[in-house]
């Protein structure tokens, strides 16, 4: 399927077969490949917390205010960003595994590595919380493409309470929840949902009407 037949058979599917399985390693490819999505500065901050203890899933339900699809979906995915990623270290190292790969000579390094810590120095913590969702937002929009290329649905969840879901999880400061993903086999076809004319959502040069 082309990217755009995927897009127009795209829903959100909020009934999954609770018997069916997605392998680790199916996971795994798909995360794999929607790690090659764009994202600032190649610092790769986001982080997949997959929740197959279906006790923890039974915990998160209520969190989720009892969508359903949290217990019988597949798998559930908790989409993060680590704000550690934006540390000196880790822009080092990353841009030295592209130099030791010949992907760039040691001038670029440098110059790259050297301009996204600089960039990221002078932000707060409010513009990293963006930047994560960012990079986050992308990467799961790119695994909801190739679940549904994959033959499996998807739907998108911010409906929990993110204070109580890092509770139960033990999630850290350290990252920031950016939403949760469940995916496996459709049971009832998504809802159909309607979009704006396209007229009213394109703007040239000015908002100004
Ligand atoms: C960030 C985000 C959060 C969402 N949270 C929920 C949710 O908690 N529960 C739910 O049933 N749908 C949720 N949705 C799905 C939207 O309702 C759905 O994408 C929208 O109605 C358009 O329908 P479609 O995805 O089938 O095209 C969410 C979607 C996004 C992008």
Redesign the pocket.
């Known amino acids: 399927m082309s990217v755009k037949e995927v897009l127009e058979k ?5 009934h999954y077969d609770a018997n069916y399985k997605v392998s680790s390693e199916t996971l795994s490819s798909l995360i794999e490949c929607a790690s090659k999505s764009p994202n600032g500065n190649n610092i790769q901050a986001t982080r997949y917390l997959v929740i197959d203890d279906p006790h923890l899933r039974n915990v998160i339900l209520p969190i ?2 009892n ?1 359903q ?1 949290v217990i019988e979906a597949s798998v559930l995915i908790v989409v993060l960003g680590d704000y550690q990623a934006f540390e000196k270290d880790n822009i080092l190292k990353i841009h030295e595994e592209g130099f030791q790969k010949g992907f760039f000579d040691a001038s670029l390094r440098d110059f790259l590595a050297g301009a996204a810590i600089q960039y990221y120095a002078s932000k707060s913590k409010e513009e990293l919380t963006i930047e994560l969702t960012r990079d986050a ?1 992308l990467a799961s929009m790119s695994l909801i493409l190739l679940a549904n290329d994959a033959g499996l649905e998807t ?6 309470d993110s204070k109580q879901l890092k509770s139960v999880l033990n999630i850290s400061e350290r990252y920031l929840d950016v ?2 993903i469940a995916m496996g086999k459709g049971l009832k076809d ?4 309607v ?1 704006h004319d396209v007229n009213k959502v394109i703007y040239k040069n000015t908002l100004q009407s």
Do not use: D, E, P
């Open positions: 795209r829903r959100s599917v909020r989720a205010f969508q699809q937002s739907i998108t969840m911010s409906g929990y939403m949760l998504g809802h159909k949902t979009r």
